[in-house]
């Protein structure tokens, strides 16, 4: 088979990059992505081939919906020579369609409700795979067809975290004890069209905690990083290259998170973390917090943020989560392949 994986996002190199080795031991994978965050860098990284078509539109809506068919079109273009079988993508709004255009399946991963860019997706893609914690209510919004739906067990970030555990907790158990305890800080999805929320809004909690602990901010681009690199910020440490799960758990005593993806795995590989998160969470998040594995405080102090280390300490990975990531692993991978198990497909569907 030719697998199209239309790569749009950070996130989604973590994600994937072990089920597309494992495809490529029988399968040819084309890749694409975007210069988005750190995506690009992510791929070099991991050393996966990919092409970068189109760009990313910045933060203003009209110039993603003007950009929008921009891209459809330059992925059509790249694409259709290639004879593809079937294209995968997670929150890529633009390969349902252009799987469509070039009359190929296509499966469709997402778990944010409050993304707009579902509702094409969704009308295009054969098959839409979400975590099982995402309400109906909120597909029916989207205009999700139920008959498209399928559910697979956990949250996303278990469908890597699963093969990455072994590798997180040795690298753990190597860190040398003593030194300042580490502090990292995602900030906000500036460029982001589902984020609504308030902007530049760490500065005070950065500068409160600088005295106390080691301070990183891993941000999401260059103008993040030259952000936060200002006069203002002198004393922390802001990252020039994305690290890697394991080297990021390995060394964080305490996560804040004011986004999604890397909050939510810290919190399931049991790091103190705490959601600064502006704007409405998302179904997976509200179900983690039930779950008690992060704190959510809108408007975190340095104080409080330097209390809650004090006290915390580090759990457990959640193996439940993990065990469902493994099992969400297996289910789409047969999704793709088009061999999905009867066993799934009565217990998930």
């Keep these: 088979m030719k697998i199209w994986f239309d790569l749009s996002n950070?996130?989604?190199?973590?994600?994937?990059?072990a089920m597309i080795r494992d495809l490529q031991r029988q399968h040819e994978v084309i890749m694409t992505c975007r210069p988005l965050a750190n995506t690009i860098e992510l791929l070099e990284m991991h050393g996966l081939e990919h092409t970068v078509v189109g760009t990313h539109y910045g933060r203003s809506l009209s110039k993603k919906i003007c950009g929008f068919p921009v891209r459809v079109f330059q992925l059509r273009r790249f694409l259709e020579d290639k004879q593809l079988d079937v294209a995968i993508s997670q929150s890529s709004f633009h390969s349902p369609v252009v799987a469509r255009l070039l009359g190929v399946r296509s499966?469709?991963?997402?778990?944010?409700?409050?993304?707009?860019g579902n509702i094409p997706a969704f009308a295009f893609a054969d098959r839409i795979m979400v975590p099982e914690f995402v309400s109906t209510q909120s597909l029916d919004r989207q205009y999700a067809n139920p008959a498209k739906v399928?559910?697979?067990?956990?949250?996303?970030?278990?469908?890597?975290?699963?093969?990455?555990?072994?590798?997180?907790?040795?690298?753990?158990?190597?860190r040398q004890a003593g030194g300042r305890r580490a502090?990292?800080?995602?900030?906000?999805?500036?460029?982001?069209?589902?984020?609504?929320?308030a902007h530049?809004?760490?500065?005070?909690?950065?500068?409160?905690?600088?005295?106390?602990?080691?301070?990183?901010?891993?941000?999401?681009?260059?103008?993040?990083?030259?952000?936060?690199?200002?006069?203002?910020?002198?004393?922390?440490?802001?990252?020039?290259?994305?690290?890697?799960?394991?080297?990021?758990?390995?060394?964080?005593?305490?996560?804040?998170?004011?986004?999604?993806?890397?909050?939510?795995?810290?919190?399931?590989?049991?790091?103190?973390?705490?959601?600064?998160?502006?704007?409405?969470?998302?179904?997976?998040?509200?179900?983690?917090?039930?779950?008690?594995?992060?704190?959510h405080h809108k408007a975190l102090t340095a104080r409080e943020a330097l209390d809650y280390l004090d006290g915390a300490q580090r759990r457990e990975p959640d193996r439940n989560l993990l065990h469902k990531g493994r099992q969400a692993y297996e289910l789409i991978k047969a999704t793709i392949v088009g061999h999905q198990s009867s066993i799934y497909r009565r217990g998930l569907a």
Aim: aromatic share 12%; charged share 25%.
């Design 10 to 17: 950070s996130p989604h190199i973590n994600m994937f990059r």
């Design 183 to 197: 502090v990292f800080v995602r900030p906000e999805p500036w460029t982001a069209q589902y984020y609504k929320g």
């Design 200 to 295: 530049n809004f760490l500065d005070e909690l950065l500068t409160g905690m600088r005295p106390a602990v080691s301070v990183t901010v891993l941000p999401r681009g260059a103008e993040q990083r030259d952000y936060y690199r200002g006069d203002r910020f002198r004393g922390i440490q802001v990252v020039d290259r994305p690290l890697g799960i394991e080297e990021l758990a390995a060394t964080c005593d305490l996560f804040i998170g004011a986004g999604g993806t890397m909050t939510r795995e810290m919190a399931v590989l049991g790091i103190p973390t705490i959601s600064v998160y502006q704007d409405e969470l998302l179904d997976v998040d509200r179900y983690l917090l039930g779950q008690h594995a992060f704190l």
């Design 150 to 174: 399928l559910r697979y067990p956990g949250v996303k970030e278990g469908i890597y975290l699963w093969e990455a555990n072994a590798r997180i907790e040795a690298a753990r158990a190597r």
């Design 107 to 116: 499966v469709y991963l997402n778990d944010n409700e409050h993304a707009i």
